[in-house]
């Protein structure tokens, strides 16, 4: 199986960029879709973005698309989220996911129950 660990999260200023990286050992990650999901306090995790095996089809949510961009080195085993034009209700406890499939129907793949893989997180905090 593979294991997943997030890092780049931090404080950064409304209108701000951070970029998130997911690294993955283990398995070779390139037999793996993976993903972004985030959890504010109180709140359930929410789908971010998500990534085929190998990079040819992305998907996001709709509060994130023109803003933030999914992508993946499988060569360095990671996962990378981009994330412009940071708001204050973009902070949550970002999380790495990753689903063992070559399929490209990642479109499909949006809750926490298709994926088997989990990080532990890493926190995004957005100040006004």
């Known amino acids: 199986q593979v294991q997943v660990a997030e890092s780049g999260g931090g404080l950064v200023q409304a209108g701000g960029s951070l970029r998130l990286s997911c690294a993955a050992s283990g398995r070779t990650f390139r037999d793996y879709a993976s993903a972004w999901f985030r959890q504010a306090p109180g709140k359930g995790r929410e789908f971010v973005a998500a990534?085929?095996?190998?990079?040819?089809?992305?998907y996001y949510g709709n509060s994130m698309k023109g803003r933030f961009t999914i992508s993946r080195d499988n060569a360095k085993n990671t996962m990378y989220l981009q994330m412009n034009s940071l708001k204050p209700e973009d902070t949550a406890v970002y999380y790495c996911?990753?689903?063992?499939?070559?399929?490209?129907?990642?479109?499909?793949?949006?809750?926490?129950?298709?994926?088997?893989?989990w990080g532990q997180g890493t926190q995004v905090t957005v100040s006004s």
């Open positions: 990534i085929s095996w190998n990079g040819d089809s992305t």
């Open positions: 996911a990753a689903r063992r499939t070559t399929a490209q129907t990642i479109h499909s793949m949006t809750t926490v129950h298709d994926y088997d893989y």
